[in-house]
């Protein structure tokens, strides 16, 4: 089996921040100035005062090299550049600058009052004007007519938009990896991708989501995310809750994972059926995704028993694998390859 060289998930010291709420603020427009025309050898003046310049947007753009909102973390406020005023001569002020924000392809904004969503940026390079800068004033000369030839007042600059959003970032994986705790997810990731999560033998080792990229085949490539163990109840947050099962939406297809050689969790079938249940009560949508059901540590003892026995009760044709071992990966890896060429809606 040929690895992927890549690795495809970067994380800032171990943090993994899919959610944030920031205020975007538009600049200020310029004001218009007031001014009159006076030279030495021009008979007739008049009003010259040119028109403020217009406050920047701050602008959101989906960048395919981020993968976490840590960024926007630690600051609550960003604020684009003010218009400057106008100037005599007619001279137009300068346009305030753009504020550009950065943010991972997957990312959700969301109006933080209304609750609306205002843009899910899904492709690279996809940009949304969050808020927009204020309009500039205008200058006296644009106020001058044929009975009002010597305007004195210009126009003040117009505030910016100013709005708090909501950002939530769903990952975009071909492959989503669900079970319960100390299913294997983690080990078989490592084993089929770069990606490094953290294993252990006790629940909850992974935190938050891995994405790997996995070869196979001399073309075929796809990203498999591993989401942290989900329990009963992690729809209404029991566990690490349901903050998680968001970033199962966006994937093509869900790989689910069972200890068939589980040591003081619950059964086989029973596993199967409770993450199933959690699937169906968060999304409906969720739980019509196709799916690839494993059992994992068939290295151990009774397992091939175990398997017989989760086949028959679930009706379902279930695959072995050891994920440790390296058992069943070249079998797992081509039905994964039809099921998501199928899912893409490739030819």
Sequence with gaps: MRHSSCFFARWYMGLFIDEASIVVRGGRGGDGCCSFRREKYVPRGGPDGGDGGRGGDVILVADRNLNTLIDLSHAKEFAAGNGRPGMGKKKYGRSGEDLIIRVPVGTVVRDAETGDVLRDLVRDGERLVAACGGRGGRGNARFATSTNRAPRYAEEGREGEAREIHLELKLLADVGLVGLPNAGKSTLLSKLSRARPKIGAYPFTTRYPYLGIVSAGEYDTFVMADIPGLIEGAHEGAGLGDEFLRHIERTRI??????????????????YETIRGELADYSAELAQK??????????LPGSEEALAGLREGTGLDVLGISAITGRGLEDLLRAILPMLRSARGDS
Excluded: W
């Design 290 to 299: 196709p799916e690839i059901v494993v059992a994992n540590k068939m290295d």
């Design 254 to 271: 869900i790989l689910h994972m069972i200890d068939i050689a589980p040591q003081g969790g619950p059964p086989p079938q029973e596993a």
